[in-house]
C-alpha cells in the first residue's frame, strides 16, 4: 500500500502513481503490525503445508498468524481459537470453558462470513480442521484463512494522523456500507471500532476498508425484534442505553448506529481515540457524546453543522432518537456532504497500463461544482412474488419495461424480466445483485438501461425441490432483495 505525500490518499502498492493527484512524491507504507515469532515454523492445512511468518495478534479468544504458501507465494491471515495455543505460546494456562469457548466463537465466526459476500466484510479463503497434539491429547482445532489485511484504522490514525479528510471519508462511507448490508440481512454487528476496520491492498480493485471479529455478532429473525444482550465492545463506543436499564437493554442495529457514529467522529476530525482528543478521563458511558462532544466539535469549527447533525442524531442517548440502521446513516451522511460542499470522493484519474499518468480533460468528481458528470451509487430494494404451482415449462422469457423512481421498491413479475429505465442523461457503470435469490442475471444492454433476466434453470434448480414435494401445492413464495447499480449523470451547466 502507498501514500501520496501530495494529497495524503492511499492507493495499492502495485501502482507507481498517484491515481487520485497524479503527483509521483510517493511512499510506500510498510503493514500496520508488528509480528511476534510463533513456536512452529509451518502447518498443513486441508493437504497444503504453509510457513507460519509470525503472530499478527492475540484477543481475548484467539490468535492470527500470518502465513504463506511456499509454492505460490501468497500471503495470509489464519485465525485460530485459543486452544491453539501450544502453536503460539505452549506455557500458557487456560481452563477448559475459555477453550471451549474460544473454539465457539471461531465457529461462530465462521458460520457469518461464509454466507456474506460484500467488499466492505472480511473475505474468508477456507475454513476447516487440523490435529493438533498426540494420543489422549490429540484434538481437532477449528481454525479459517482469510485475507491479509495492511493492518487495522486506529493504528492508521495513530501513525499517519494527517491523511486526507477524503481518505477519511472514504473509510466511513464504506464501513456504513457494509453495516447497511448486514442490517438488510438483519445482523447486529456489536463490535464496531476502529481496531476492527481492516484495511485491505486489494491490488487493481483498490484499497478496501473491511469489517473484521464477527464472534459478538447476533441474527435478529425479524424486523422489530429486539432481544436482549449482554455487553461488548470497547468502552468508548459502548451505547450507554444500556447502562440506563441493563435489565431490559434489547439489541437492534440502532446499538450498530450508535459506535458507527462515535467512530465517523473521530475520524472526521482525525484522531484514533475521542476520549484523548477531548482530553475526557474515566467512564465514555458517563459522556454525553452528542451534547457534550459533537456540539463542541461544531462551535469550535472543527465539523461542518450539517455533519454533526448527522452525527448527533446518530449518537443520541435515546435509542428512539438515532436512525434505525445503517442505511439511513448512510443516506444522511451523503446528504449532509451535499449540503456541506464537501467532496466525498475523488475519482480517480485514468492510469494506464505502462503506469504513467494519462490526465482526463476533466476530473470526474461527484461534488465539485466544475465537474460535468457525477457518480451516485443507488442500492434499489426489489420482491418478487412466485405463484404456485409453477409449471417450468410454460415459463416464457418477456421483458418488462418500468421507469426508475428513487425510493420505490421494484417488484419483478414472476416469470418475465425487467428492464429499468434510467433518466435519459444517465450511463450505466454497473449493476448486480448483492442480497436476495440467486436466480436472477443482470445487463447493461444500453446507456441508460438495465436489464434483470430470469434464468430459469437456476429458478428450476432453487424451487424444483420444494415445488415437486407436493403436487397440490397453492399459494406463493416470496422473495426480497437489494440491487446495486452505479451511474453517471451528465450535468446541465448552471
Not at 425484534?225 to 463506543?237: F, P, S
Not at 484522531?271 to 462532544?293: C, H, R, S, Y
Amino acid at each position: 500500500m502507498k501514500l501520496c505525500n501530495n494529497c495524503k490518499r492511499l492507493f495499492s502498492s502495485k501502482i507507481d502513481v498517484c491515481i487520485y493527484c497524479g503527483s509521483q512524491d510517493l511512499k510506500e507504507l510498510p503493514p500496520f503490525y508488528h509480528l511476534i515469532p510463533a513456536e512452529w515454523d509451518e502447518i498443513t492445512l486441508n493437504n497444503v503445508l504453509y510457513h507460519i511468518v509470525g503472530v499478527i495478534g492475540r484477543g481475548g479468544f484467539g490468535y492470527v498468524l500470518k502465513i504463506v504458501n511456499p509454492k505460490t507465494n501468497e500471503f495470509f491471515a489464519l485465525k485460530l481459537p485459543l486452544s491453539a495455543h501450544l502453536l503460539v505460546e505452549p506455557g500458557i494456562i487456560l481452563t477448559d470453558s475459555k477453550l471451549m469457548e474460544s473454539e465457539k466463537m471461531l465457529q461462530k465466526e465462521i458460520n457469518i462470513l461464509q454466507r456474506q459476500s460484500h467488499l466492505g466484510i472480511i473475505g474468508i479463503i477456507e475454513s476447516g480442521t487440523f490435529v493438533l497434539g498426540k494420543g489422549k491429547k490429540k484434538k481437532e482445532i477449528p481454525y479459517y484463512i482469510m485475507e491479509l489485511a495492511e493492518g487495522d484504522v486506529e493504528t492508521l490514525m495513530h501513525t499517519y494522523p494527517d491523511i486526507s479528510l477524503q481518505e477519511r471519508i472514504k473509510i466511513i462511507r464504506e464501513v456504513a456500507s457494509a453495516l447497511s448490508y448486514l442490517h438488510r440481512k438483519m445482523i447486529v454487528y456489536r463490535d464496531m471500532s476502529q481496531k476492527n476496520i481492516l484495511i485491505m491492498d486489494r491490488g487493481a480493485q483498490g484499497v478496501h476498508y473491511v469489517l473484521s471479529d464477527f464472534g459478538t455478532y447476533k441474527q435478529v429473525f425479524s424486523q422489530g425484534t429486539t432481544q436482549k444482550t449482554g455487553l461488548v465492545g470497547t468502552e468508548r463506543y459502548i451505547d450507554p442505553a444500556y447502562w440506563t436499564n441493563m435489565e431490559k437493554y434489547h439489541r437492534d442495529p440502532r446499538i450498530d448506529v450508535y459506535s458507527l457514529g462515535i467512530v465517523a467522529t473521530e475520524l472526521w476530525i482525525g484522531t484514533p481515540n475521542w476520549k484523548e482528543f477531548m482530553g475526557i478521563q474515566g467512564n465514555a458511558l458517563a459522556v454525553n457524546f452528542a451534547e457534550d462532544i459533537i456540539k463542541e466539535l461544531i462551535t469550535e469549527g472543527k465539523i461542518p453543522e450539517s455533519i454533526g447533525k448527522v452525527l448527533q442524531k446518530a449518537t443520541d442517548r435515546n435509542p428512539d432518537n438515532r436512525y434505525g440502521d445503517a442505511n439511513e446513516f448512510l443516506d444522511a451522511f451523503k446528504r449532509a456532504l451535499r449540503e456541506s460542499n464537501i467532496s466525498a470522493t475523488v475519482t480517480p484519474l485514468v492510469i494506464e497500463t505502462n503506469k504513467s499518468v494519462s490526465i482526463a480533460n476533466e476530473k470526474l468528481n461527484d461534488n465539485l461544482p466544475s465537474s460535468k458528470t457525477s457518480k451516485e451509487e443507488l442500492t434499489i430494494p426489489f420482491a418478487v412474488k412466485i405463484n404456485l404451482p409453477l409449471k417450468f415449462d410454460d415459463a416464457t422469457m418477456m421483458i418488462k419495461p418500468i421507469r426508475y423512481e428513487k425510493g420505490k421498491k421494484i417488484l419483478f413479475p414472476t416469470m418475465e424480466g425487467t428492464q429499468i429505465i434510467f433518466t435519459e442523461a444517465a450511463k450505466i457503470e454497473t449493476g448486480k445483485i448483492i442480497d436476495g435469490p440467486s436466480f436472477y442475471k443482470v445487463e447493461t444492454p444500453g446507456k441508460n438501461i438495465l436489464n434483470v433476466r430470469l434464468d430459469k434453470e437456476r429458478l428450476k434448480s432453487t424451487l424444483r425441490p420444494l415445488v415437486t414435494l407436493s403436487s397440490d401445492l397453492q399459494g406463493y413464495l416470496d422473495f426480497e432483495g437489494v440491487l446495486e447499480v452505479t451511474i453517471r449523470k451528465e450535468l446541465t451547466n448552471g
